[in-house]
């Protein structure tokens, strides 16, 4: 028996795909490191998300039909909206720069918007459900995917080719996707906060940070104290998800040099504010908890009395304002992904 043939179907599913693909690749550049090797994820995400562009033409030809039905859109309709909007905002973040609107950036609607997907394509799915069938598996899919994938490859390079041709904003960009903002300038580096953090004053005289090792009692560590060890000087690149990055000097103690004998699986890194990301253990040597920056004190919108420099990894692990540092057992990757707060 021959199910009825149901053009479209095999579109439908390329959609689902590269959907998922989307948001995993685009989830993996903002989790794995911040060197301008990142390229490789960025490349393959921009590749992926453009091959949604490459399908509408068969897609239309679905919708078409679909809309001709009497059955609510208003889903579907969102649905496409949502993606739209996320494709047109993370195509303008990657070519025009790193454009704001009232506070909001092309990279924050990007995200946003593809965030909103998540439901409204679960939503469209869960009412018109496409089967799988043993014949996806064929060399015709193969094929096809194949074609695809060359689509997108090619829409992909059109993009970069026009950015770098006509000299955009967006042939400068670092491989994190990130634009450069205040480089050696503090004060023109943007103060940006993951969430909802906000930032504390405090009074470096009355600050003490406290060191947790195992089977130790608590050590404190006077202000005075961690600039007098600041015995580390180190350029690194704060890369932010937002979609910045900055190259500063900064200055501080050496979290190996800090913790004396470095043994457990982590080290947690607390701010004042609540604010926690664990880190292996065997990176002490490259962290560094810093009072110093450009030859001067760090602002407090940029962490004062002191931050975590955690050189080759995302702006979410650099904790300004350190309340605390632990040396624990649990394993680093014990945490969420990304902070929640
Ligand atoms: C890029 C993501 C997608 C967009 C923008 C989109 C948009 C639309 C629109 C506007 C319609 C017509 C309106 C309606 O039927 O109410 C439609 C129909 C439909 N979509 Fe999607 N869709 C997407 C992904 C998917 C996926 C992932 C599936 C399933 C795996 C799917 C399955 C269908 C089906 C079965 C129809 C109805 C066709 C018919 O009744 O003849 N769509 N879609
Ligand atoms: C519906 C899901 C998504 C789609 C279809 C999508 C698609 C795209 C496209 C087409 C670009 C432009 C690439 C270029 O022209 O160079 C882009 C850029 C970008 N997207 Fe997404 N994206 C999605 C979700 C996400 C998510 C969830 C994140 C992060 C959590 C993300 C982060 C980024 C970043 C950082 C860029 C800039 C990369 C660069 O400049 O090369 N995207 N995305
Ligand atoms: N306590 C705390 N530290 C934090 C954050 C935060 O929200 N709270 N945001 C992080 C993020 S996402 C980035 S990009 C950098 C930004 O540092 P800056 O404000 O000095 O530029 O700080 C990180 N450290
Ligand atoms: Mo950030």
Redesign the pocket.
């Known amino acids: 028996m021959s199910s009825p043939r149901r053009p479209g179907r095999r579109t439908n599913l390329a959609l689902l795909v590269l959907l998922a693909a989307s948001f995993a690749t685009g989830w993996l550049a903002f989790g794995v490191g911040a060197s301008p090797a990142l390229a490789v994820v960025t490349t393959l995400h921009g590749v992926i998300g453009l091959g949604l562009v490459v399908l509408v033409p068969w897609k239309s030809v679905v919708a078409r039909r679909g809309l001709r039905r009497n059955r609510p859109h208003l889903g579907a309709l969102t649905l496409a909206s949502l993606i739209v909007a996320s494709l047109v905002a993370g195509v303008a973040h990657a070519t025009l720069g790193p454009l704001d609107v009232a506070g909001i950036s092309a990279l924050d609607v990007h995200v946003g918007a593809a965030f909103l997907v998540v439901p409204a394509v679960a939503l469209h799915v869960a009412q018109r459900p496409q089967r799988l069938r043993r014949t996806d598996l064929s060399r015709r899919t193969a094929l096809q995917s194949l074609g695809l994938a060359g689509g997108a490859t090619i829409a992909y390079a059109a993009v970069e080719t026009v950015s770098s041709v006509a000299r955009l904003p967006g042939s400068g960009r670092r491989g994190t996707g990130s634009y450069e903002a205040g480089s050696g300038q503090p004060s023109r ?7 909802t ?1 906000d930032v504390p004053d405090l009074d470096p005289a009355s600050y003490a940070l406290t060191v947790h090792l195992p089977e130790r009692h608590p050590r404190r560590v006077t202000y005075s104290e961690l600039v007098a060890a600041a015995d580390t000087d180190v350029r690194a690149v ?1 890369d ?3 979609g910045w990055w900055a190259e500063q000097e900064w200055r501080g103690v050496r979290l190996d040099r800090l913790l004396g004998e470095v043994e457990g699986e982590s080290i947690v890194v607390r ?1 004042v ?1 609540g ?1 926690t990301r664990r880190l292996p253990a065997a990176d002490a040597p490259r962290l560094v908890l810093a009072t110093y920056v450009a030859g001067a004190p760090l602002s407090a ?3 004062a009395p002191v931050r975590l420099v955690a050189p080759g990894r995302r ?2 692990w ?4 350190v309340a605390q540092v632990s040396l624990d057992d649990e394993p680093w990757w014990l945490q969420p992904p990304f902070p929640l707060q």
């Open positions: 580096m943007p103060v940006t906060q993951w969430f953090d704060l932010c998800t937002g701010s504010t604010y919108g940029h962490g702006g979410f650099w904790v300004k304002w």
